[in-house]
């Protein structure tokens, strides 16, 4: 017998094996993997942090606390229901903390989030052009970014947690439900067209403590 040749095949043989265990043996049983997805979605957990990082589903209405993948979550990502105009009412969880960059930017026919009590903060651009009736938040809630609410027609938030420091550039621009707005005292900036084109808005009230407010706040306003 030539045994280099017996060799060959038998160290061969061994790998086209191996391949095939491979193949047939779901992944999640021999390494770990962090990432899962769906026809519908996609989750990243990383420890604590579980993102849903991609939401296409054709759904008119998501209870994120009815599916068992979604109930926990703690993070909606950057961009993740953005241009989705299936969607019209989403009952987010109570475990969510952050909603991302433009996590519904567009969704212009969303009229109804459920917003939970324990979130921080909510990305730039986060609800622009949707259709959301909303008139308070958490005050849990300590960051509103930018364009956040941007020509929100129905959102009339007149009272902002007190967690807030800052009202960012551009963030309820054109809330044409907005007739009062009070800035607590704990508000330091109002930035760059904050509360622009806000028609129906008529009467601001501030505490003490605000010391400075950029270049036109308030344009546009009937205040």
Request: proline share 2%.
């Amino acid at each position: 017998m030539n045994w280099k040749i017996y060799y060959s095949f038998k160290e061969n043989a061994w790998v086209i094996f191996v391949l095939f265990i491979m193949s047939v043996i779901p992944f999640g049983l021999y390494a770990q993997n962090d990432s899962n997805r769906t026809s519908n979605f996609e989750i990243i957990r990383k420890g604590e942090i579980i993102t849903l990082v991609k939401y296409t589903g054709n759904d008119s209405s998501l209870n994120f606390s009815l599916n068992e993948q979604l109930a926990d979550i703690t993070h909606i990502g950057d961009k993740a229901f953005a241009e989705n105009k299936k969607i019209k009412k989403i009952i987010l969880p109570e475990s969510l903390i952050y909603i991302g960059n433009n996590a519904f930017v567009n969704c212009s026919n969303l009229e109804y989030v459920y917003i939970p009590k324990r979130l921080h903060r909510i990305g730039d651009g986060a609800f622009v052009t949707t259709k959301i009736t909303l008139d308070s938040l958490p005050s849990s809630v300590e960051y509103i970014g930018r364009f956040s609410f941007w020509a929100c027609d129905s959102v009339c938030i007149r009272r902002l947690p007190a967690a807030i420091s800052s009202i960012h550039d551009h963030t309820f621009v054109k809330n044409i439900a907005l007739s009062s707005v009070h800035i607590g005292s704990n508000v330091k900036y109002i930035g760059v067209k904050a509360f622009s084109l806000c028609r129906n808005l008529k009467e601001l009230t501030f505490d003490e403590g605000c010391v400075e407010i950029d270049t036109a706040a308030f344009v546009a306003n009937q205040s």
